[in-house]
């Protein structure tokens, strides 16, 4: 199926969800303890909001379209985190950089969706993006995963975007 999604919409998406301080929570440890990438698990919460899937192969392909500005996010990331304490102005400085960097790779997900034949959902996009990186077999991480879906899912208030 075709999709013509608008980044500022998938933006707009995770930007609600992640003022949720539970859904940070769980977002950053996956980020912090298993090296997910908090952009794909909103993507995939994005996806199943629209009823499309991408598959475990289409997930690697994505990983590897987005590989450059995973990259350039961690870097400026690593310098925010080093930068809080001695300067806070700078750190607010690499915030900012840090979002505008994170609000590009968004635009490169959909792009790529856009750009992609995704099928109706038949399982959940976590799922697949776990199977993509190998991680299927941890038990802790499909818990934290699962509860992180649960509260997207759930929440009523959720924009149709």
Known sequence: MNN???????WQFSLFH???????????????DYSLNVNLLLLCAFLDRHNRQLSV???????KFIAQSVEEVEGIRK???????PQPAL????????????????????????????TK??????????????YQNNGDLKCILKQLAE????????PEI
Do not use: G, P
């Open 79 to 85: 310098l925010r985190i080093e930068a809080k304490n």
């Open 4 to 10: 013509k999604w608008l980044a500022e919409d998938f």
């Open 57 to 63: 192969k289409q997930f690697i392909r994505l990983t």
């Open 121 to 134: 959902q038949a399982k959940s996009n976590f799922e697949h993006y776990l199977n993509s990186l190998e």
């Open 151 to 158: 509260l997207i899912c759930n929440n009523q208030t959720n």
């Open 18 to 32: 992640y003022a949720n301080s539970e859904v940070k929570r769980l977002a950053l440890c996956l980020q912090n």
């Open 91 to 118: 750190y607010a400085q690499l915030l900012e950089q840090e979002l505008q960097a994170e609000k590009a790779q968004q635009k490169q997900l959909i792009e790529f969706c856009n750009k992609t034949r995704l």
